[in-house]
């Protein structure tokens, strides 16, 4: 549990090394999708960015992901999962910050980091938690984590986190690819598009795990697109 984030949990190591191997291989091995800044993969429906819905079914999730999403699910107490975005971020990429479509997806949202560490903001009307997000492990977003705050990666080459006797350190990103699972609840478009107004934090980044005032969330607030 992330004490400043009701309803994040956050598994440090929830898959083996070999696992991460092993998975970065099979994604690897796929054809990505190029239409956003960073490259990605969908499985189970493909989300259409644009109307913030889901487009085509692709059936159930290959039995390499199934597996995982099977074990996800049952550690965050989820319905089982049937829709999954891959997301590879270079240095330097990041996803704006939002919220996961109500509309769309189930009360549950969980993603596996592979590959590298990163940096993850967690922004509500009054604070930013920046959240280190170690690879291979596992954050489930549910209740306020899922619906009243929003999360993003800022797109920089590095991150500030905290080092020896107090101090803080840059630690130089590398590519991370992210697994995050979902359940589809509708298919259809939202009625409206949802809006949060505001802007994003103009301030400087924080170190990792403490929290710090922020502007109010951003607009980009309905779906995995920014
Ligand atoms: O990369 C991540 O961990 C998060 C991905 C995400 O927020 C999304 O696809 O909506």
Not at 103 to 122: C, E, K, R, Y
Not at 139 to 168: E, F, M, Y
Request: net charge positive.
């Amino acid at each position: 549990m992330v004490d400043a984030v009701r309803g994040l949990t956050y598994t440090p190591e929830f898959i083996t090394a070999e696992e991460e191997a092993a998975l970065l291989a099979r994604i690897g091995e796929q054809p990505w999708r190029s239409q956003l800044k960073r490259r990605v993969q969908h499985y189970g429906y493909v989300y259409d960015y644009a109307s913030r819905a889901l487009a085509s079914g692709l059936g159930p999730l290959p039995d390499w992901l199934a597996d995982l999403a099977a074990r996800v699910a049952s550690a965050a107490g989820s319905q089982p999962f049937d829709q999954v975005i891959v997301n590879e971020y270079t240095p330097g990429q990041g996803i704006g910050a939002h919220v996961d479509s109500p509309h769309a997806f189930g009360p549950v949202v969980a993603t596996v980091s592979l590959g590298s560490n990163v940096v993850m903001d967690f922004a509500n009307q009054r604070t930013t938690v920046p959240v280190d997000l170690a690879r291979r492990s596992l954050a489930c977003l549910s209740g306020p984590a899922r619906n009243a705050w929003t999360h993003g990666i800022a797109a920089r080459q590095s991150d500030r986190v905290p080092g020896p006797l107090g101090s803080l350190v840059r630690r130089a990103r590398g590519t991370r690819v992210s697994i995050t699972f979902r359940t589809v609840v509708s298919r259809a478009s939202p009625p409206a598009l949802q809006t949060l107004s505001g802007a994003l934090p103009a301030a400087p980044q924080p170190p990792a795990a403490s929290a710090q005032p922020a502007a109010p969330p951003p607009s980009c607030a309905a779906g995995p697109a920014c």
